[in-house]
């Protein structure tokens, strides 16, 4: 097989913000993931994920959350944004560059696999399935005792942060980079209510997304207490109509710990774990 080849892409917004989509493709891939990073990731870490993906056939293009990496935006008391933002002007505009040539998946890890489900009940006749790495919902109820009695507090403790700083200093905390303050509400509401909204649209996420009727492979490690299988499993209650496979991996499997992050440093057993499901969901459309 050839090797694959990395092509970046400055996109913008309606509002003038810019980002880079990176893709990393095989010469004539058998299907495209468009891949959502985790709160406050570069998207220039899914790098060895994409390589890993395009190896197996799979072309990867990352898309860049505003405010991280390549994106011409940082958040300030002055500058502010939220789920609104992302899924109404952003995201589209990252689903829109991704080619028709192949079926497309939305995928991403942990705040990024909550939002490619709302993205992929946005749009629905785009996407072929979704593809889950430490992701769940933050919903308190869906956590384990003990840690779930002190969730409800950082969900509104965290909120107020960052109205009264003008940004959440995320890294101080080891949580999140520097982020928006409406993207905390946001993701808080989530995690007080148990559901998805856009706060200042009309969006219906949770209608959209329990009409979806797609595959959807999800990994969970073993180890990771911010996205344990309840939570997982919490956030696949939101696609009751959804067809859901679930691999939990351990450090044996991984060859590194089986935690949050650490799994992006050897990103092979989950990129082979992926692409398997992909594959054969792609066999069966043809």
Not at 70 to 92: F, H, Q, T
Not at 191 to 209: I, V
Not at 233 to 250: E, K, M, N, Y
Not at 259 to 285: C, N, Y
Request: charge should be positive; include cysteine.
């Amino acid at each position: 097989m050839s090797e694959p080849t990395t092509v970046e892409q400055v996109l913008a917004a309606a509002d003038g913000h810019r980002w880079t989509l990176a893709r990393v493709a095989p010469p004539q891939p058998r299907a495209r993931l468009l891949w959502l990073p985790a709160l406050g990731v570069a998207a220039r870490h899914y790098l060895p994920l994409a390589a890993a993906l395009a190896a197996h056939g799979i072309a990867v293009h990352l898309h860049e959350w505003r405010g991280n990496g390549s994106s011409s935006l940082r958040p300030s008391r002055e500058r502010d944004w939220g789920y609104a933002e992302l899924l109404s002007r952003d995201l589209p505009a990252s689903l829109d560059a991704v080619p028709g040539d192949a079926p497309l998946w939305l995928g991403g890890h942990s705040l990024g696999g909550q939002l490619a489900c709302c993205l992929a009940g946005l749009h629905p006749q785009r996407i072929a399935g979704l593809a889950l790495v430490a992701s769940g919902t933050p919903y308190w109820r869906s956590f384990p005792a003990p840690r779930r009695w002190l969730l409800p507090l950082a969900y509104r403790l965290l909120p107020w942060l960052a109205r009264h700083q003008g940004v959440l200093h995320g890294r101080r905390l080891g949580f999140g980079g520097t982020e928006a303050r409406g993207l905390i509400a946001d993701w808080a509401a989530v995690g007080r209510s148990g559901r998805y909204a856009a706060a200042g649209t009309t969006l219906d996420l949770e209608a959209g997304m329990a009409a979806l009727q797609l595959p959807v492979q999800a990994v969970v490690l073993a180890d990771d207490w911010l996205g344990p299988a309840s939570s997982l499993h919490g956030l696949l209650a939101h696609l009751p109509r959804a067809q859901a496979g679930i691999v939990v991996l351990d450090q044996q499997q991984l060859q590194v710990r089986a935690d949050h992050f650490s799994w992006m440093r050897s990103p092979g057993t989950v990129a082979s774990t992926l692409a398997e499901k992909i594959f054969d969901q792609t066999q069966k459309r043809c």
